[in-house]
């Protein structure tokens, strides 16, 4: 049974482990661990990941400082509202981030495949003494040049093993890997995993597919989400020696960002506005070589109107605010030859803020979103948000 070790997302955490432990956390590169006076004591700070890392005697569980709830409910885009069944808490077993997904997304797998997995036209290669489909010359004459049979050809599958049913699968099997989750969590996986035994997985490594929202389709949609963040977040730091192991971190900086954008964009919608997110299309010099990428550019039929940045920071005041944030949104502002650049970070109960910079003819707002109430409020909060940037 491997120790279990917890870490706050924030502030200082004292930790008892091995050197060599402590070396193979700070590979993983989840969060900073440095020596303390007392033997076999370390501080683990910065910790820019949270969820569970697994070595092998070893288990380090990060709490995030925001509701497990509510990161289910931006990790899915704000489309799951978990509520944690107690049922699947087995004893002594705390909250954790990985189990809370799990069950979300075999939730939704249950829901989205009730009468089934979606099929869908699959293009099929294959050497086959039948032709059907379309006979694929080149490769016939590249591969056995000169022989009749067996004949290369192409085809279209009406198959449930299409990239949506694969993204599924894959998150249902790396969660089925991972060691701790409750029992009652294996049990659900255990009864959602045969519904995809004709269905491939993604590939370890592979990019993940793209898949494309359809009429057709879009009872998956959440699970797809949740599948996409799980399969982002799961990767084996060590395959060999005394440091195997791996890890389950969730990037709240991405998260937050997505969430945001997501939100933002369905509110500017509707107010006939355009919403890009990480736009790449600015240059803060003539020659374009400095490159910027605001999360967030707000355009309407005479081009961009605002930009916007998010910071997964947790600022004291809207008074606390780095001087190279309120840089790089004045940067931002001159390049878009917008009046208003924002800057969203995470705070509760903190009153806007305005900042004028004279000298540039911009003014930077200061926005904070509190994660500490429940997903409806954090709705709100980033809903009222996208009144403000486009009003």
């Not at 890392?53 to 990060?62: G, I, K, N, S, Y």
């Not at 049979?149 to 694969?166: G, H, K």
């Not at 793209?210 to 963040?229: D, G, K, M």
């Not at 006939?272 to 355009?299: E, F, H, M, N």
Request: one cysteine or more.
């Amino acid at each position: 049974m491997p120790r279990i070790v917890t870490v706050r997302e924030v502030g200082e955490t004292l930790i008892d482990v091995t050197s060599e432990e402590a070396i193979a956390l700070a590979e993983v590169g989840f969060c900073r661990v440095t020596p303390t006076s007392a033997p076999g004591r370390w501080r683990a700070t910065d910790v820019k990941q949270v969820g569970a890392v697994a070595l092998r005697d070893l288990t380090v569980r990060v709490v995030p400082k925001t509701p497990i709830e509510s990161i289910v409910y931006m990790a899915s885009l704000g489309r799951v509202q978990l509520s944690i069944d107690p049922r699947t808490i087995d004893a002594g077993f705390d909250r954790s981030l990985p189990s809370a997904l799990a069950q979300a997304l075999i939730a939704e797998v249950a829901t989205a495949t009730r009468r089934g997995l979606v099929k869908g036209y699959q293009q099929t290669s294959e050497s086959s003494s039948v032709v059907r489909g379309r006979w694929d010359v080149a490769r016939q004459l590249s591969v056995r040049p000169g022989l009749p049979l067996p004949v290369e050809i192409d085809y279209d599958d009406y198959t449930e093993d299409i990239p949506a049913n694969r993204l599924l699968h894959a998150a249902l099997r790396v969660l089925k890997q991972l060691e701790g989750l409750p029992r009652a969590v294996e049990r659900a996986l255990n009864r959602v995993l045969p519904l995809f035994a004709e269905v491939g997985v993604v590939r370890r490594g592979a990019p993940l597919p793209t898949v494309t929202v359809t009429r057709l389709n879009s009872h998956y949609a959440p699970a797809l989400q949740l599948a996409r963040v799980i399969l982002e977040a799961v990767a084996w730091t060590r395959t060999e020696g005394a440091h195997h192991g791996g890890t389950f971190l969730l990037n709240m900086a991405n998260v937050f960002e997505r969430f945001v954008a997501h939100v933002l964009d369905d509110e500017v919608g509707k107010r006939g506005g355009r919403l890009l997110a990480q736009d790449q299309s600015w240059w803060l010099d003539a020659d374009k070589v400095v490159t910027l990428r605001p999360d967030v550019v707000i355009y309407d039929g005479s081009g961009p109107r605002t930009v916007a940045d998010t910071k997964y920071k947790a600022i004291e005041s809207v008074s606390s605010v780095a001087n190279g944030d309120v840089y790089q949104a004045t940067a931002y502002a001159l390049a878009l030859g917008v009046p208003t650049a924002h800057l969203i970070y995470v705070a509760e109960d903190q009153p806007r803020r305005t900042l004028r910079i004279p000298t540039a003819g911009v003014t930077v707002v200061v926005h904070a979103v509190g994660l500490g109430g429940t997903p409806e409020q954090l709705r709100r909060e980033v809903t009222q948000l996208a009144h403000e940037l486009c009003p």
